[in-house]
């Protein structure tokens, strides 16, 4: 079900998805894996122009994400949910609680593509459920009941991760089912066989991640990437990826911290391999 319309309120409010119509620059975010409303607003407020509640590894139950995901749709920011595994309900609670998107994580198949897509969308192109009277309070300007149910297959992103062997293997007919193909470098190297050990990239997985984006622009999608700070985030950038995940909360927390006290102790900053 689709209003059709361009200019829908839901399209206008969901700003990651405005920033890949435009097509001007990348969509540069940041991941929240620890809980808390005010932790939201500190990486909304960062310059993000999204920001994934992560439910599948984070510390972010299903309480805390419907404190996050407004958190950060009120400061002008589009929150995406990383939902915790396939289930429809997963893909529901995180859609009622108005988020801008979802991320599915471990896809294997085309056949889990096309339930996820199924369980995102309202009939007649999908099964999703039809009643969260939560959802539209964190568009802005704020849909009505009807409204949201007519606009939100054509306004809201569903987004799946390639990192798996049999993703890849697929990729091609997988990239045209959904709107961005997101890679999750640590897991996908581990499943190709070829580990990221000490933040080094083995020239294989150097290889899938190419054949992912350039799967994503034969079939007119995006493709994002998860980074480990923002000197490869710049990196992915320059190769042409849309979306961009630029470091998480709780390893900036540590870092932020750790090289504080380094320098007060005269010993200043450490470097370290990329991980989370």
């Not at 056949?111 to 309070?137: C, H, W, Y």
């Not at 540590?254 to 391999?273: E, F, N, Y």
């Amino acid at each position: 079900m689709s209003s059709g319309s361009p200019t829908s309120k839901m399209l206008a409010a969901n700003s990651l998805k405005q920033i890949f119509t435009q097509e001007s620059r990348p969509a540069m975010g940041v991941w929240q894996m620890l809980p808390g409303a005010n932790i939201s607003r500190i990486l909304a407020r960062s310059g993000a122009d999204w920001v994934m509640v992560d439910c599948e590894h984070g510390n972010i139950d299903d309480a805390a994400m419907h404190e996050a995901v407004p958190a950060i749709a009120a400061l002008g920011v589009s929150p995406i949910v990383r939902i915790p595994d396939l289930q429809a309900s997963m893909v529901k609670r995180a859609l009622d609680s108005g988020a801008h998107g979802i991320l599915a994580p471990l896809i294997r198949t085309v056949e889990d593509v096309k339930n996820l897509v199924t369980a995102a969308k309202f009939p007649p192109e999908g099964k999703r459920g039809f009643g969260s009277p939560i959802a539209m309070q964190n568009f802005n300007p704020m849909p009505t009941f009807t409204e949201y149910l007519q606009q939100a297959n054509e306004s809201l992103l569903t987004m799946v991760q390639i990192e798996t062997q049999e993703a890849l293997d697929s990729v091609e007919e997988i990239a045209p089912l959904v709107d961005v193909i997101f890679i999750g470098p640590f897991d996908l190297g581990n499943n190709i066989g070829h580990p990221i050990i000490e933040g080094k990239m083995d020239p294989e997985l150097d290889e899938a991640i190419e054949r992912i984006l350039k799967a994503a622009v034969t079939a007119g999608k995006k493709c994002g990437i998860f980074c480990t700070g923002g000197e490869q985030a710049k990196r992915y950038a320059d190769k042409g990826f849309h979306m961009i995940s630029v470091a998480t909360d709780y390893t900036l927390l540590g870092a932020a911290m750790a090289d504080s006290l380094t320098i007060a102790r005269g010993q200043g900053k450490q470097d370290k391999p990329a991980s989370y």
